[in-house]
Each structure stands twice: as structure tokens, then as C-alpha cells.
T-cell receptor, first 115, second 112 residues
Framework: EAQVTQNPRYLITVTGKKLTVTCSQN?????MSWYRQDPGLGLRQIYY???????DKGDVPEGYKVSRKEKRNFPLILESPSPNQTSLYFC??????????????FGPGTRLTVL | TQLLEQSPQFLSIQEGENLTVYCNSS?????LQWYRQEPGEGPVLLVT?????EVKKLKRLTFQFGDARKDSSLHITAAQPGDTGLYLC????????????FGTGTRLKVLA
């Protein structure tokens, strides 16, 4: 089944404790992206990647790191989480076609709480 | 600064009613997408509009892209409880970029 998987689905942690949220897709998509979703703000893009070893900042990259060592994986790293990073996080992937309007496939989300 | 404003934020209607959701911006977009998100899941693409003035239909859903490509609307005819969800518009921040922005969302509840 074609899908984007994220782990963990739920995470409660404390301020300053490094964490990684994994994202994997099995559709051979070049493009992968991370978003956070907060009430009243919609989804905001954190980082995106056009291909292996190619990443770029989205709208709200501060406090986050990403890496793209393999095409299928795009982990999100919070080196020193803070309470304002409590949010619902989504990973997405898509093919890169003739224009930046290809369908993004989203994972099920990771609900992160930082105490 | 939110570049894509959606209205209304919340909408609760009876089954069978019609409704329109708006997505507005002061910026020109090369394309706009509409997604629907259900509780506990990620957004799912409904449609992409590319050409100014374009109208696309998906069963009871009609999507329109403004002539100036600064706004879009989603009209649902004879809403059903299965239409309940969060509707999001989205588009590339700059033409040719893969930096995306999403609207603030419209939460629709259709009562049986």
C-alpha cells in the first residue's frame, strides 16, 4: 500500500531533551516536507527536500533540523525542544512534475507535547 | 503574516444546504490546491486549480480560481454529513518554488 508513515504518533517529552520524528514513504517521491499544525494557524511548512541531500527552509524552520540521506526517509530533529514546539506535525511527499502543484500525500501526524 | 485567509473559520449547517468557502490572498498564486482533513488524519487533496477563472467540479463540489489568481472558492451543493471536515487551501509561495503555504482552514460540520 502506498503510504507515508510517521513515528511516533504521540510523544510527550520535556524541555531540552533531543528527539527525532521519523518519516518514510514508499512511493519513490523526490519531494518531502514537514509541516506543523496549530489551531487557527493552519499548516505551516518547516523544511522541505527536493531530493537526497537537498533540503531548504520553509516558513518556520527555527528550532528544527532535517536530513535526507535516503530518498524514502526524511527525519525531523528537535535538538532542544521547547514548549512552543508543542504541536501536531505532518510529513508529506510528492513527485516533482512540470510545476510545483503536484499532489502531496500526508502521513497520519505526530502529536508532540513538550513540557 | 498569513498569506492565505479562509472564511468562514467555522460553519455548521443542516444536511441538504449549500455552502461556499473562500480562500483569499493579496498575492498572486501560480496554482491553488484544496485539501480536506478529517480528525486524526492528514490532509487529502481534492483538487488543483491552475488557470485564472478555472472552474472544476468534483461531484457536488465546485472549485473556482479567481481571474486574477488571488482567490479561490469551494462551493458544496446539498451538503451531506460525509462532507464534515477541515477544508484547507494551499499554494506555492512563489511561482516555481516548492515552498508551500496553507490557509487557516474552514471547519465544516454537516448535521443529519
Amino acid at each position: 500500500e502506498a503510504q507515508v508513515t510517521q513515528n511516533p504518533r504521540y510523544l510527550i517529552t520535556v524541555t531540552g531533551k533531543k528527539l527525532t520524528v521519523t518519516c518514510s514513504q514508499n512511493m519513490n517521491h523526490e519531494y518531502m516536507s514537514w509541516y506543523r499544525q496549530d489551531p487557527g494557524l493552519g499548516l505551516r511548512q518547516i523544511y522541505y527536500s527536493m531530493n537526497v541531500e537537498v533540503t531548504d527552509k520553509g516558513d518556520v524552520p527555527e528550532g528544527y533540523k532535517v536530513s535526507r540521506k535516503e530518498k524514502r526517509n526524511f527525519p525531523l530533529i528537535l535538538e532542544s525542544p521547547s514548549p512552543n514546539q508543542t504541536s501536531l506535525y505532518f510529513c508529506a511527499s510528492s513527485f516533482i512534475g512540470t510545476g510545483p502543484y503536484n499532489e502531496q500525500f500526508f502521513g497520519p501526524g505526530t502529536r508532540l507535547t513538550v513540557l | 503574516t498569513q498569506l492565505l485567509e479562509q472564511s468562514p473559520q467555522f460553519l455548521s449547517i443542516q444536511e441538504g444546504e449549500n455552502l461556499t468557502v473562500y480562500c483569499n490572498s493579496s498575492s498572486v498564486f501560480s496554482s491553488l490546491q484544496w485539501y480536506r482533513q478529517e480528525p486524526g488524519e492528514g490532509p487529502v487533496l481534492l483538487v488543483t486549480v491552475v488557470t485564472g477563472g478555472e472552474v472544476k467540479k468534483l461531484k457536488r463540489l465546485t472549485f473556482q480560481f479567481g481571474d486574477a489568481r488571488k482567490d479561490s472558492s469551494l462551493h458544496i451543493t446539498a451538503a451531506q454529513p460525509g462532507d464534515t471536515g477541515l477544508y484547507l487551501c494551499a499554494g506555492p509561495l512563489d511561482s516555481g518554488t516548492y515552498k508551500y503555504i496553507f490557509g487557516t482552514g474552514t471547519r465544516l460540520k454537516v448535521l443529519a
